[in-house]
Nanobody, 124 residues
Framework: QVQLVESGGGLAQPGGSLRLSCAAS????????VSWFRQAPGKGLEWVSG????????YYADSVKGRFTISRDNAKNTVYLQMNSLKPDDTARYYC?????????????????WGQGTQVTVSS
């Protein structure tokens, strides 16, 4: 069965960095886009970043552009989210999601499997 397992969350200081990983299994990883979403306390789910099935294109929400970098290693069935210059507003639970297609969309309807999430807290 399809599984997505996030890791790498934790506590970071403002201006600090964290690297999230999403390990996938149970499907042909290289055929599908993957995105990261996040949900802050009391707020809805927000699309953060996505990457094409082959890594050829990447997309970012305006709120993280220039600070976050998404990448993937299809040989390892893993997607990464490098988060730099972290801000308190980045505090949220971060989820990776398997797309239904090879391209990236910011709508949750375009994703059919989700991980359990990893908590990121940015605080001094």
């Amino acid at each position: 069965q399809v599984q997505l397992v996030e890791s790498g969350g934790g506590l970071a200081q403002p201006g600090g960095s964290l690297r999230l990983s999403c390990a996938a299994s149970g499907f042909t990883f290289s055929r599908y886009a993957v995105s990261w979403f996040r949900q802050a306390p009391g707020k809805g789910l927000e699309w953060v970043s996505g990457i094409y099935h082959d890594g050829s294109d990447t997309y970012y929400a305006d709120s993280v552009k220039g600070r976050f970098t998404i990448s993937r290693d299809n040989a390892k069935n893993t997607v990464y989210l490098q988060m730099n210059s972290l801000k308190p507003d980045d505090t949220a639970r971060y989820y990776c999601a398997k797309g239904k297609y090879y391209g990236v969309y910011d709508d949750t309807d375009a994703y059919d499997h989700w991980g359990q999430g990893t908590q990121v807290t940015v605080s001094s």
